[in-house]
């Protein structure tokens, strides 16, 4: 039966795949939370044994419906389809989580019953068993397949999504990743951070010498001191640990290398080996994203857009910060290594400053607490050696698989180390009941232990507990409870020692009769000693023969699963000692609702010396696809290999299933191919195999033929094919990934763009700028202006909105070639990325504010709020002045979602210092003061009733428009008109800002002048104004495009800056106040005197570069004068000897005449 598998989903959906199963619900009871496997069983038993008794009375078994989905495990009563559906019927019997259900149980002997536990409440440490029944037993195992993915995959929805972080919690601040060393211990000294540093330093310019000096090997030479390690040992240090750590590994590699391997080897390994100390490279950005979550840090690159490092809380054991580099802290943690193992990793960060350390190690501290507070209450309880539930948890073991009378005998035994009082009361409840059998009987006596034992496990302390009481109690008594505790439970120990002596002796003799079955019960819950134990105790021969099949309900219990971890581990057997050929059999393996089957023992003796000590017994991975007839060739074959390597090697018959599995097996289905096996790893072990046979020599059908040995060109062309093939498939990767890649690429622009567009763009008007976009060397053609005005008043295309803004700015540094304000810095951006900066913390509150509603920015710490932290970041470095202001995100924002990442800080540096946006920024906002009186007065005398009565409410222009012009009206209206504004501002600067408030303020009048009162007003404006229609919309566009208030704002400016001085003079101020406004406005006079002198520096550069200009055209007209003289005189000497050359001829002619 093919298990069925879930589509995980992030969120619960209630179109979720589900599954839903009709079963018979026989009973539930409630036990404690420490039932373990073995004891399951029994709780089962007594389900159905009070099920059974009270179906005498009235039926208790009844229809039910159970739906399993990764979101829920759901268990509904099913009326049928007789009936109707009533709610007060149909209510759920039980509804939790899937990985809530820790234990899952499939009785093989009547494969249609199976168990689950569920855990119902852990403060109160109780779970419930409920037990099922499946009217067709194939069934079961679909079943108990569907809810074993279902809690995985909750599981792992749990454990997914790390830039999905908790916003209430989730603390990001931006660290320099400096690099990792690996250490020998958990725990370190306080100064191993500054060791770290130190190291790297060492490592570093060992490198950089060795790349200068372009050296073979890295090794220095005879006359080069080596590096010292640390200036003092007087702590066992980074040196010790990575020394230790490096003798480990190398003593499990060889045993002679240390023969020669010196400490001063040692030190220099530990410098330039790459597996001890691993600096980052300088050269790369090695910022990143240190979030601190709830019970996990995460390590997120913002120029990756990736997690570099996932570590949970409880792998982390050693936090500290710098001593003498107090801007650096570092953590210590365990990572997992190549064979299985794990080792210690110190991670080393830089911040911008101290204070930042600080805090990061603040919070890293109140995380930790509260992490361990929560799993304190979240903890499961545990079993110590004193446990109550620990002792029945080992008796259920001890009888695991023994038959009734067995049972019964050991269950006596068991009886007699309870008190007097306990063993009256158990004995008369049995009598009681008047059990009809030995089986009955013992399922009794377990349903009275366990109530006993969960009875004492709630006033139980264990021992771990008793340690801490006897520390807290030093020097007075201790409880009396806890005195009786130790008196009962050394008393118990002395018991059971002597119980298993006296065991051990009888069962010597026995043991020489084979090993017994037992149950396949797989608890991950459970402690590894008991799992130890189960897999290793094995009943005699003896016993097994004594048990009657229909007294063996409890030994035949197999295929139950873990739920409580995804990956299902099992351990190996242990291979039996050296058997006598009595003992020549082996247990079949254990499958899915079988029990195992024991064979018969080999018919044939075994070959071989009796003085030669046998060797453990193998197990090839081959299947045989043999019929029984053909026994006597195998045995053969396997004899004859045992003689060949003098070791007796043990047949086995198969049972009468594999005999029918080998018979219908093909020969594809017998070949070696690892991934036969694939399909049986969460069974615990492998199906039945074939008898044991060299897989080199023979096939499952005889000797294998001997291929023939290939020629030196057969080979080489093999190997060219092979060359051929591996160069063609390296190609197809990279056109996968490519494709792949534009794939990403599109996807990601169609969910930037996901907006309406407020002015459809024609496909007349799509040509237009298509054309414009694709002329050659457009960056040094200027355009006609009117051409420009023309195609961006009836539409920009969106997917071509970035290039459009791109070519815009372009245009303007060609009409503007000279600007007039000071430029930046031309600092490349990945240069600025790779610098911390010291406005992270706003930069990160703000970014979950930047549009929060559209699906680019609505992911925490995803791509968009990682490239838009990026372009923010690099500004900020940029721009020591502006820094970061409130408002810059969501204009950087809205370039980001037309254009790429770089392509955006390009735009965003050309809006603030070409486009003048940069002014309205700075710390002292006295220019958006400035641009609030300009609206003010543009109100006036524009619309003078709306004026007045905003006037006669006292509603300035800064309650409703401050906003407007930090985030040009990207925080409060739809994308599109925002889109369309920021076309405009490409086109004709910052002074559309005023015009699209002054035509929205304007067009809404009517509906402002209604309101009568400021809280209307001001929420009419924020709210209700912002929610325009599209046609609206196009209309304020419009009208946008058809204003002129340039020379308005000019003179609005002008006079502000007069009213400003004829109030300082006119007003009866102190002299202070007085001195104060004059000292303001000397450093505003300076202000504008350092800009007037950056215009005469532009000037003068100007007139430098017109005088070069000047000087140059002057020296070529020079140059082209003398060329031209030149030309002549070489013209002139060519009609000379022109004419010398007619000569000649001519006297010739008239030598002969004469």
Not at 191 to 201: G, H, Q, R, S, T
Not at 662 to 689: F, H, I, M, N
Not at 756 to 771: A, G, M, Q
Not at 1090 to 1108: F, T, Y
Request: charged content about 25%.
């Amino acid at each position: 039966m093919e298990p069925i598998t879930f589509t995980a989903r992030k969120h619960a959906f209630p179109n979720e795949v589900s599954v839903d199963f009709g079963l018979q619900l026989v009973g539930s009871l409630p036990v404690h939370s420490l039932t373990t496997m073995p004891m399951l069983p029994w709780v089962v038993a007594e389900v159905r044994r009070l099920s059974g008794q009270a179906s005498k009375k009235e039926p208790v078994t009844k229809q039910v419906r159970l739906w399993v989905s990764p979101s829920g495990l759901k268990c509904e009563p099913d009326p049928g389809r007789s009936q109707q559906w009533d709610p007060l019927i149909c209510s759920s019997i039980f509804e939790c989580k899937p990985q809530r259900v820790h234990k899952l149980i499939h009785n093989s002997h009547d494969p249609s019953y199976f168990a689950c536990l569920i855990k119902e409440d852990s403060a109160h440490r109780q779970s419930i068993c409920y037990v099922f029944k499946a009217d067709d037993q194939t069934k079961v195992p679909e079943i108990i397949s569907s809810i074993r993915q279902a809690g995985k995959i909750a599981r792992q929805e749990e454990l997914r999504c790390p830039s999905e972080f908790d916003d209430t919690f989730a603390k990001k601040f931006e660290v320099l990743f400096c690099g990792r060393v690996t250490v020998a211990h958990k725990k370190a000294p306080p100064a191993l951070i500054d060791e770290c540093i130190e190291k790297f330093n060492h490592v570093s310019c060992s490198r950089r010498a060795d790349w200068d000096a372009a050296a073979p090997s890295g090794e220095p030479g005879p006359g080069e001191p080596r590096r010292p390690m640390r200036k003092s040992f007087s702590q066992p240090g980074l040196r010790s640990l990575a020394f230790r750590k490096e003798f480990q590994d190398a003593s499990r590699r060889s045993s002679s290398f240390f023969s020669s391997f010196e400490e001063c080897d040692i030190e220099n390994h530990l410098i330039s080996g790459h597996n001890i100390v691993q600096p980052t490279d300088i050269e790369e950005n090695r910022t990143m994203l240190f979030t601190i979550g709830q019970s996990e840090v995460y390590l997120i690159s913002p120029d990756t857009k990736k997690i570099a490092l996932e570590k949970n809380f409880k792998e982390i054991s050693f936090c500290s910060q710098g001593i003498r580099h107090v801007d650096h802290f570092g953590f210590i943690c365990r990572e997992s290594s190549g064979g299985g193992g794990f080792h210690f990793v110190c991670y080393v960060f830089q911040c911008a400053n101290e204070a930042l350390v600080d805090e990061i190690m603040m919070t890293l501290k109140q995380a930790f607490t509260v992490a361990a507070v929560q799993q304190t209450a979240k903890a499961p309880a545990q079993l110590c050696e004193g446990c109550p539930l620990q002792g029945l948890h080992k008796l259920c073991e001890r009888i695991e698989g023994m038959n009734s009378s067995k049972t019964k005998l050991e269950l006596q035994k068991h009886l007699t180390t309870l008190t007097n009082q306990e063993q009256a009361t158990i004995f008369e409840e049995v009598q009681k009941l008047r059990p009809r059998n030995e089986q009955r009987e013992n399922e009794l006596i377990i349903s009275f232990l366990r109530c006993l034992y969960e009875e004492k496990q709630k006033e139980h302390i264990h021992i771990g507990e008793m340690k801490q009481i006897a520390a807290e109690n030093i020097g007075s008594e201790l409880p009396p409870s806890a005195t009786r505790f130790r008196l009962d439970m050394l008393k118990n120990k002395a018991k059971r020692s002597l119980t298993e002596s006296l065991e051990s002796i009888l069962s010597r003799g026995n043991k020489a009769r084979g090993l017994q079955e037992h149950s396949s019960s797989v608890d991950l819950d459970s402690s590894m000693s008991s799992t130890l134990s189960n897999t290793s105790k094995e009943p005699s021969m003896g016993d097994r023969d004594a048990m009657p099949n229909s007294e063996s309900s409890f030994k035949l219990l197999s295929s139950s699963d873990d739920l409580s971890s995804d990956s299902e581990s099992h351990l190996p057997e242990e291979p039996p000692a050296l058997l006598s050929p009595q003992q020549a059999f082996r247990r079949r393996a254990n499958t899915l609702s079988h029990f195992p089957v024991e064979g018969p023992e080999s018919s044939e003796p075994v070959q071989g010396s009796p003085g030669v000590s046998q060797r453990k017994l193998l197990r090839y991975h081959s299947v045989s696809t043999e019929t029984p007839h053909e026994r006597k060739d195998y045995e053969s074959k396997a004899n004859n290999f045992g003689d060949s390597d003098t070791t007796p090697v043990k047949t086995r018959r198969h049972s009468w299933r594999q005999q029918i599995f080998l018979r219908v097996a093909t020969p594809q289905k017998a070949c070696d191919s690892p991934s036969r096996y694939d399909d049986y790893s969460e069974l615990g072990e492998l199906p039945p195999r074939s008898p044991l046979e060299p897989v080199c020599e023979d096939g499952p059908f005889g000797p294998v033929p001997e291929e023939k040995k290939r020629t030196s060109r057969e080979l080489r062309e093999l190997w060219k094919k092979a060359i051929l093939q591996q160069i063609l498939l390296l190609r197809m990767e990279k056109e996968n990934q490519k494709l792949q890649a534009s794939e990403n690429d599109l996807q990601n622009k169609r969910l930037k763009l996901d907006y309406e567009e407020i002015t459809p763009c024609l496909k007349e008007v799509t040509t237009i700028w298509e054309k414009m976009l694709s002329t050659p060397g457009r960056s040094k053609i200027k355009f006609d202006m009117e051409k420009m005005h023309s195609a961006v008043g009836q539409g920009v295309p969106r997917h071509h909105r970035g290039e459009i803004w791109k070519f815009l700015a372009e245009q303007f540094h060609l009409k503007h070639p000279f600007p007039s304000k000071q430029q930046p810095k031309d600092v490349p951006y990945k240069e600025l990325l790779k610098q911390l900066t010291s406005q992270q913390h706003a930069i990160l509150i703000d970014l979950g504010r930047t549009f929060p509603t559209h699906p680019y920015f609505s992911a925490q710490l995803g791509a968009g709020q990682l490239s838009l932290y990026n372009i923010l970041k690099a500004y900020s470095l940029l721009d020591q002045e502006v820094g970061y202001c409130q408002g810059l995100s969501f204009v950087a924002g809205i370039l980001l979602l037309h254009m790429s990442e770089e392509e955006a800080f390009k735009m965003l540096k050309f809006l603030m210092f070409d486009m003048g946006l940069r002014k309205q920024y700075r710390p002292d906002m006295i220019i958006l003061q400035i641009q609030m009186y300009q609206l003010s007065r543009l109100l006036h005398d524009y619309h003078r009733d709306l004026y007045n009565h905003l006037e006669e409410h006292e509603i300035g222009p800064s309650l409703y428009a401050a906003p407007w012009f930090l985030t040009v009206f990207a925080s409060q209206f739809p994308l599109g008109f925002v889109a369309r504004v920021f076309d405009m501002i490409f086109l004709q600067g910052s002074e559309v800002i005023f015009k699209v408030a002054l035509s929205l303020l304007g067009s809404h009048k009517p509906l402002i002048l209604q309101h009568e009162n400021l809280e209307t007003i001001v929420d009419f404006i924020k709210n209700t104004l912002p929610n325009l229609g599209l046609v609206q919309m196009e209309k304020t566009i419009n009208q946008v495009f058809e204003m002129d208030i340039a020379k308005q704002l000019q003179a609005y400016e002008v006079e502000y800056h007069v009213l400003q001085e004829e109030l300082i003079d006119s007003s009866p101020l102190s002299d202070n106040q007085r001195m104060d406004k004059l000292e303001k406005t000397n450093s505003s006079l300076r202000k504008q005197n350092l800009d007037l002198l950056e215009q005469l520096q532009v000037a003068n550069s100007r007139i430098q570069s017109l005088e070069a200009t000047i000087e140059k055209l002057l020296s070529n007209e020079s140059k082209l004068k003398q060329a031209t003289l030149a030309l002549e005189l070489e013209r002139s000497a060519l009609l000379q000897m022109v004419e010398e050359l007619r000569r000649p001829p001519a006297q010739a002619s008239e030598g002969p005449g004469a």
